[in-house]
T-cell receptor, first 112, second 116 residues
Framework: AQSVTQLGSHVSVSEGALVLLRCNYS??????LFWYVQYPNQGLQLLLK??????LVKGINGFEAEFKKSETSFHLTKPSAHMSDAAEYFC??????????FGIGTKLQVIP | GAGVSQSPSNKVTEKGKDVELRCDPI?????LYWYRQRLGQGLEFLIY????????KSGLPSDRFSAERTGESVSTLTIQRTQQEDSAVYLC??????????????FGNGTRLTVT
């Protein structure tokens, strides 16, 4: 079985500050990991994914995430928050034909 | 079409009526998911179709909910005898999963269901 834990359902940062959204996973086999973003009143879109290879992956809008097997983590970061980053972020894990499992989501608020 | 298409985009229905929501996945995508998202809440998994395998219905909240998929194409989610608690956005997603699970999900814009 696989599961995802997102620490912090709400995160607030100041504009220009570091964004760090935490995601830990549980999987009996090496997982594939994803971050999705949902902007207000929009559908979900892929932000970035880790499948194999380099453990630091870069996504759209300056976001990146690092797969750390020893910590079973896949935290999402961005060096400098922008007002347009205000959205809800979902971490997800999958492997094989198992259904994709999503975390509960983290709402990011950016304070001017 | 280039993306996942859901219809209708909005549906208002009276309590007790049945509703049918439609999802057209991206052509060739073998995996299809339905999720429910209540106002201010995260994604609630409902059902998962993968190719010709039996669907994973473990997320359906009650026997009022059912879903079908024709081959690897259109899917319909049916809610019978709707209740006000069913009001939510229903999201469909598809994936070109090859069985490895490394393909991302492509989401539709959802159907906003309001039960009055």
């Amino acid at each position: 079985a696989q599961s995802v834990t997102q620490l912090g359902s709400h995160v607030s940062v100041s504009e220009g500050a570091l964004v760090l959204l935490r995601c830990n996973y549980s999987s009996s086999v090496p997982p594939y990991l994803f971050w999705y973003v949902q902007y207000p009143n929009q559908g979900l879109q892929l932000l970035l994914k880790y499948t194999t290879g380099a453990t630091l992956v870069k996504g759209i809008n300056g976001f990146e995430a690092e797969f750390k097997k020893s910590e079973t983590s896949f935290h999402l970061t961005k060096p400098s928050a922008h007002m347009s980053d205000a959205a809800e972020y979902f971490c997800a894990v999958s492997r094989g034909y198992q259904k994709v499992t999503f975390g509960i989501g983290t709402k990011l608020q950016v304070i001017p | 079409g280039a993306g996942v298409s859901q219809s209708p985009s909005n549906k208002v229905t009276e309590k007790g009526k049945d509703v049918e929501l439609r999802c057209d996945p991206i052509s060739g995508h073998t995996a299809l998911y339905w999720y429910r998202q209540r106002l201010g809440q995260g994604l609630e998994f409902l059902i998962y179709f993968q190719g010709n395998s039996a669907p994973d219905k473990s997320g359906l909240p009650s026997d009022r909910f059912s879903a079908e998929r024709t081959g690897e194409s259109v899917s319909t989610l049916t809610i019978q005898r709707t209740q006000q608690e069913d009001s939510a956005v229903y999201l469909c997603a598809s994936s070109s999963s090859s069985g490895q699970g490394n393909s991302p999900l492509h989401f539709g814009n959802g159907t906003r269901l309001t039960v009055t």
